[in-house]
């Protein structure tokens, strides 16, 4: 672990430094370079944690938990329980209903969940909440805010992403600025791509919990019959593909094969539908 | 009775004063209306594209519906424009985007033929907090942070809580996209 610190700081030292004044690729190119999820983690974990807690706080200060212990330790072991069936299942995972009759769900980095009170009223069954959260867990796992902050970015925000010397320093205005991008996210919305391989991985993540694999699909059916006038989902289909082009991806990516994912729904006994 | 049903529902979308040609779903295209939630299953029918059906139910993949050719089981991602049986969501018949769509499948037949639209959420006029423009201005919240993590389960109580209700862990690999295309749309 501290040979990848001693690694971070010499790669942020290289992006400190002006790139005309050495001969190195252009900032673009290095971004694109270090970009993708699968590389080895430019951020460390109790980094990501800490981006993904901050940027939480923010998104509750927008809207802040649903007074309802029940509902949300019920969420927190279907969530838990997913994560748990991934290839990150020591990330402190974390979920929550945030008290908004808007129809959204959102993934902050490190392991970090939430669906709103208005999307959780409009599901039927807990095949159809697995498939949600498992959705999100995949935007956590794939690291793609992470990697959409690190793009829309400046020097700045690597260094502070990065770390310099112990997790406490670094935490100045470049910090903020990295939790404002990635508050600014929620707003702005991911790449499509992104958000068609969350769909992919959530299927796969929900049938590995025991899930029926077409809980999300239903979820998508649900959400593409919400007339587009309704202003509590307003900015969920503005931030993400269709819920037609998304449901056509998944046709696709799973065919006949994931037929056999149906469960037995027994679980779904225990969901009690949600006040709006 | 379906069919009687399907036509009064045409009429009173008809009467409501909308471009809806057809009621609930809709295939995307042509596809086998089965006898069971099967591949194997007989057929009983093949529907083209673009034929209405109210979703009755769902099972796994496939959707049991009622079409003017009867009753059967089709695949549930050949279908567009419901939200399906006992759906919470939108149930008003309005057309939207490109298809001819209506919400709500058999709780939009019930709602409109009840006169009211008990599917339909309340109009989302002081909607808390999670619009754009809140998210942009959003400042945060340590209190309701410390409580996220208070309710954070453990994986021993995540673990039973899948064994009581028989959820039994399977190893299912990733999937990769289709095709290029798809991260494109």
Same mark, same amino acid.
């Given at each position: 672990?501290?040979?990848?610190?001693?690694?971070?700081?010499?790669?942020?030292?290289?992006?400190?430094?002006?790139?005309?004044?050495?001969?190195?690729?252009?900032?673009?190119?290095?971004?694109?370079? !270090?970009?993708?999820?699968?590389?080895?983690?430019?951020?460390?974990?109790?980094?990501?944690?800490?981006?993904?807690?901050?940027?939480?706080?923010?998104?509750?200060?927008?809207?802040?938990?649903?007074?309802?212990?029940?509902?949300?330790?019920?969420?927190?072991?279907?969530?838990? $329980?997913?994560?748990?069936?991934?290839?990150?299942?020591?990330? &402190? %995972?974390?979920?929550?209903?945030?008290?908004?009759?808007?129809?959204?769900? *959102?993934?902050?980095?490190?392991?970090?969940?939430?669906?709103?009170?208005?999307?959780?009223?409009?599901?039927?069954?807990?095949?159809?909440?697995?498939?949600?959260?498992?959705?999100?867990?995949?935007?956590? !796992?794939?690291?793609?805010?992470?990697?959409?902050?690190?793009?829309?970015?400046?020097?700045?925000?690597?260094? +502070?992403?990065?770390?310099? #010397?112990?997790?406490?320093?670094?935490?100045?205005?470049? $910090?903020?600025?990295?939790?404002?991008?990635?508050?600014?996210?929620?707003?702005?919305?991911?790449?499509?791509?992104?958000?068609?391989?969350?769909?992919?991985?959530?299927?796969?993540?929900?049938?590995?919990?025991?899930?029926?694999?077409?809980?999300?699909?239903?979820? !998508?059916?649900?959400?593409?019959?919400?007339?587009?006038?309704?202003?509590?989902?307003?900015?969920?289909?503005?931030?993400?593909? =269709?819920?037609?082009?998304? !449901?056509?991806?998944? +046709?696709? /990516?799973?065919?006949?094969?994931?037929?056999?994912?149906?469960?037995?729904?027994?679980?779904?006994?225990? *969901? @009690?539908?949600? /006040?709006? | 009775?379906?069919?009687?049903?399907?036509?009064?529902?045409?009429?009173?979308?008809?009467?409501?004063?909308?471009?809806?040609?057809?009621?609930?779903?809709?295939?995307?295209?042509?596809?086998?209306?089965?006898?069971?939630?099967?591949?194997? /299953?007989? =057929?009983?029918?093949?529907?083209?594209?673009?034929? &209405?059906?109210?979703?009755?139910?769902?099972?796994?993949? %496939?959707?049991?519906? =009622?079409?003017?050719?009867?009753?059967? $089981?089709?695949?549930?991602?050949?279908?567009?424009?419901?939200?399906?049986?006992?759906?919470?969501?939108?149930?008003?018949?309005?057309? @939207?985007?490109?298809?001819? @769509?209506?919400?709500?499948?058999?709780?939009?037949?019930?709602?409109?033929?009840?006169?009211?639209?008990?599917?339909?959420?309340?109009?989302?006029?002081?909607?808390?907090?999670?619009?754009?423009?809140?998210?942009?201005?959003?400042? &945060?919240?340590?209190?309701?942070?410390?409580?996220?993590?208070?309710?954070?389960?453990?994986?021993?109580?995540?673990?039973?809580? #899948?064994?009581?209700?028989?959820?039994?862990?399977?190893?299912? +690999?990733?999937?990769?996209?289709?095709?290029?295309?798809?991260?494109?749309?």
């Amino acid at each position: 672990m501290n040979r990848l610190r001693l690694l971070f700081v010499a790669t942020a030292f290289a992006f400190a430094l002006p790139a005309a004044a050495l001969p190195l690729p252009g900032f673009g190119k290095l971004k694109s370079m !270090l970009g993708h999820a699968k590389d080895v983690g430019e951020v460390s974990e109790p980094r990501e944690i800490e981006l993904g807690a901050d940027i939480s706080a923010n998104l509750l200060g927008a809207a802040p938990l649903l007074d309802d212990a029940a509902t949300q330790q019920y969420v927190n072991k279907v969530g838990l $329980w997913l994560a748990l069936q991934t290839e990150r299942p020591d990330l &402190p %995972w974390r979920f929550g209903v945030l008290d908004s009759a808007n129809v959204n769900a *959102f993934a902050a980095p490190g392991g970090h969940v939430f669906i709103t009170r208005g999307l959780l009223a409009r599901l039927r069954s807990e095949d159809e909440l697995a498939g949600v959260l498992a959705h999100e867990i995949a935007h956590v !796992l794939r690291r793609h805010h992470l990697v959409a902050i690190q793009k829309s970015g400046k020097r700045g925000l690597m260094t +502070d992403l990065v770390g310099v #010397a112990s997790e406490r320093s670094g935490k100045g205005e470049n $910090w903020n600025k990295v939790i404002s991008a990635g508050t600014e996210l929620y707003a702005r919305g991911l790449d499509k791509g992104d958000e068609l391989e969350a769909d992919r991985m959530g299927v796969v993540i929900a049938a590995r919990g025991g899930y029926d694999a077409f809980g999300l699909p239903a979820v !998508l059916q649900t959400l593409d019959a919400i007339h587009a006038d309704d202003g509590s989902i307003a900015l969920m289909f503005k931030t993400h593909p =269709s819920p037609a082009a998304r !449901l056509l991806a998944l +046709d696709r /990516a799973m065919g006949t094969q994931f037929d056999r994912y149906a469960g037995d729904g027994n679980h779904n006994r225990r *969901f @009690k539908p949600a /006040a709006p | 009775m379906t069919r009687f049903a399907l036509l009064l529902f045409t009429l009173f979308t008809l009467c409501a004063g909308t471009a809806v040609a057809a009621a609930g779903s809709q295939t995307i295209r042509p596809v086998e209306l089965k006898s069971a939630p099967s591949a194997d /299953a007989a =057929s009983a029918a093949t529907l083209p594209a673009d034929t &209405p059906v109210q979703v009755l139910q769902r099972k796994g993949a %496939w959707y049991e519906v =009622s079409s003017a050719q009867g009753n059967g $089981w089709l695949r549930m991602l050949s279908v567009r424009g419901s939200a399906g049986a006992a759906a919470g969501g939108a149930s008003q018949a309005k057309g @939207k985007g490109k298809g001819n @769509k209506s919400g709500g499948g058999f709780a939009g037949l019930r709602g409109l033929v009840t006169g009211g639209n008990p599917g339909k959420p309340a109009v989302a006029t002081g909607v808390r907090g999670l619009s754009e423009e809140d998210l942009r201005n959003a400042r &945060p919240d340590r209190a309701e942070l410390e409580k996220l993590l208070a309710l954070a389960a453990e994986a021993g109580e995540a673990r039973r809580f #899948a064994a009581e209700a028989k959820l039994a862990p399977r190893q299912v +690999d990733y999937l990769a996209a289709a095709n290029e295309k798809d991260a494109a749309r």
